[in-house]
């Protein structure tokens, strides 16, 4: 990567307002798609040993299904699911996890102009989630790292209905599971780390929301360069709850001085 590129990188981060924030990232996308390369860590030689979709928030995704159709990616799995009767229990939990992302994926595609669809939706692809967790905790424990996936899925889906709650519950079980598995500095980690910034900024918790992406930040910082979407999202949001504490802060400071005025009068 050219020094010219990091240059043009930290100009738009520190330009960058919340208002312009979504165009930013989606500039920043095709960048990354042209300048950047993966650091050759041996790190990254690391390979999960399931493979399975799944679903996160704000479209931060460890492994999202690739399809331009969602709706056909929903019949494909739930048809191999009802025809193919020499699946194995941990391939059909693996289908029900990936039914439950096509699902969610159809949510978000309806949620723009039809809520209730939206809805019927991300309950349908909830119900997936918790057949495929319930299979795998039979097959494998309770502590397994596909496991972790498929709590993560199910906590972004009470995450897009607001219940925040639930959300943080799910994720930290994803969390510690996948710590325990992976170490503290996995990539994965990092995004359940994301997510759970999501959840606490949805909530209002600035100071917790930031503590959890500059943990996040710090683990990609150690596989991506600074250019890569993953790292500039998260740097993106830093700055934007940093600047609208700064914000609180001075109305804080100015309605103290007009209280000091007021009583002087």
């Known amino acids: 990567l050219h020094p010219s590129h990091n240059f043009y990188f930290s100009q738009i981060i520190t330009t960058t307002t919340s208002t312009n924030m979504p165009r930013i ?17 041996s790190k990254m030689n690391r390979k999960r040993s399931y493979s399975e979709s799944t679903m996160d928030t704000r479209h931060d995704s460890l492994e999202i299904v690739d399809s331009s159709n969602v709706e056909e990616s929903v ?3 739930e048809t191999k699911l009802t025809r193919d009767v020499m699946l194995s229990p941990e391939d059909t939990a693996t289908h029900f996890n990936n039914v439950g992302v096509a699902l969610q994926k159809c949510g978000l595609k309806a949620s723009s102009n039809n809520e209730a669809q939206a809805l019927s939706y991300n309950e349908r692809a909830s119900a997936a989630y918790r057949t495929s967790l319930k299979m795998k905790k039979n097959q494998f424990g309770n502590s397994h790292p596909t496991i972790a996936t498929t709590l993560n899925n199910l906590a972004s889906v009470y995450f897009s209905e607001g219940h925040y709650h639930c959300a943080l519950k799910y994720y930290n079980k994803s969390l510690d599971i996948m710590t325990m598995h992976l170490g503290r500095n996995d990539p994965n980690v990092a995004t359940i780390w994301h997510n759970i910034g999501d959840v606490h900024r949805a909530m209002q918790r600035s100071n917790l929301a930031i503590i959890c992406f500059e943990r996040a930040l710090a683990i990609r910082r150690e596989y991506f360069y600074e250019c890569d979407v993953r790292v500039v999202r998260l740097v993106l949001k830093i700055n934007a709850l940093t600047r609208e504490k700064e914000c609180a802060l001075l109305r804080q400071d100015i309605s103290d001085e007009i209280s000091k005025i007021d009583k002087l009068e």
């Open 75 to 77: 019949s494909s799995y």
């Open 25 to 41: 990232i989606t500039k920043l996308s095709f960048f990354t798609r042209l300048f950047n390369r993966k650091k050759s860590s």
